[in-house]
């Protein structure tokens, strides 16, 4: 909207025929818009004041001042005052500020991944971002509040919060039960059934910052495949050592013995010094099955042969701890 200020000198006036010259010390405001021209008119010296005669006149001289000419469509002229010219009265309301009107401020706002200068006069933050034309959605982040009132270099963040399900299978272990069984040899076991590893299909609220995971929520678990627990019997029964004794000593796991013994150390002493090698034996033991010296003087093969030797006179029961190993 553009404001012009005309002052007329003269117009001629052609009123019911007649052509007189018309005089007239006029100011004319007018405010030029989409609808047309609003005048604010002065005196009239030469007796024709009318009001009706007034708006011709000012029409006229605002059309004639802004370049029309007379075959132009004039634009609609609507006034906003006539008579004579006084100095009006100065409102109330122009002359107090307005205590409800806040004053212009500019704050940034950073989101997706930009900062957005905004001039506004909100009371809220919220308000701010609708001036600034920034949508924000329910679920969105606002730092500050949305109710929080907006100062001057305000730096406001806003946080794109966005959700996704996904969906992921997990492998279940199976557990091992383990069962005595009488029909057993102690040191002895057997697997009555096999274990079978389960599957569970997981479902996730994924929520995401700004396009990134910041956590996930398990909603839902559905058993693809149940897990199946493994089932082993350990023997219970006591072998007599007349049995061993007769049972074959090159398919006894002396491998086994050994590791428990001394962690399958041909040097190892134990006890205190009282034992020594593979097998643990004691100086006078080894002496009693054809070994000189001390057992961690011989090889591993000599101890395993003296320790044979053994078990066939006695069985495991020089082994009273982990003899059981010679049967897994």
């Keep these: 909207m553009q404001r012009h200020v005309v002052r007329l000198a003269e117009a001629r ?13 006029l100011v004319v405001t007018a405010l030029v ?22 708006q011709r006149f000012a029409a006229a001289g605002l059309h004639e001042a802004a370049g029309y000419d007379a075959a132009q469509t004039l634009s609609p002229v609507r006034t906003l005052a006539s008579g004579p010219a006084t100095d009006p009265e100065p409102r109330a309301a122009d002359a107090a500020p307005n205590k409800n009107v806040r004053p212009t401020m500019l704050v940034n706002v950073f989101h997706d991944g930009c900062s957005t200068p905004v001039i506004t006069t909100a009371r809220t933050v919220t308000g701010a971002l609708a001036q600034g034309e920034i949508v924000v959605g329910p679920h969105d982040l606002v730092q500050p509040g949305r109710a929080a009132t907006p100062r001057t270099g305000m730096g406001i963040h806003v946080v794109r919060v966005r959700f996704r399900v996904e969906h992921a299978n997990v492998k279940v272990r199976y557990d091992v039960i ?40 398990i909603t839902k678990r559905t058993i693809v495949r149940s897990a199946r627990a493994k089932v082993v019997h350990y023997g219970t029964k006591k072998a007599s050592s007349a049995s061993r004794a007769h049972r074959s000593v090159d398919n006894l796991n002396w491998h086994a013995l050994a590791r428990c013994e001394s962690g399958n150390n041909p040097r190892a002493v134990g006890g205190g010094g009282k034992y020594f090698g593979l097998y643990q034996f004691s100086i006078g033991t080894w002496h009693s099955v054809g070994g000189s010296g001390k057992p961690t003087d011989a090889s591993p093969a000599e101890q395993t042969k003296r320790a044979k030797l053994l078990y066939q006179r006695r069985g495991s029961a020089p082994w009273p701890v982990c003899g059981g190993k010679l049967y897994t």
């Design 13 to 25: 006036e052609r009123v019911g025929g007649v052509t007189g010259l018309a005089t007239r010390a």
């Design 33 to 54: 818009g989409g609808t047309g021209a609003y005048l604010h008119a002065g005196t009239s010296t030469n007796g024709d004041a009318t009001p009706d005669g007034a």
């Design 178 to 217: 383990r069962k005595p069984d009488a029909h057993l040899t102690r040191g002895h076991s057997k697997v009555v059934r096999s274990g079978r590893t389960g599957i569970t299909r997981l479902t996730y609220r994924v929520v995401l910052h700004d396009g990134k995971v910041d956590h996930r929520t």
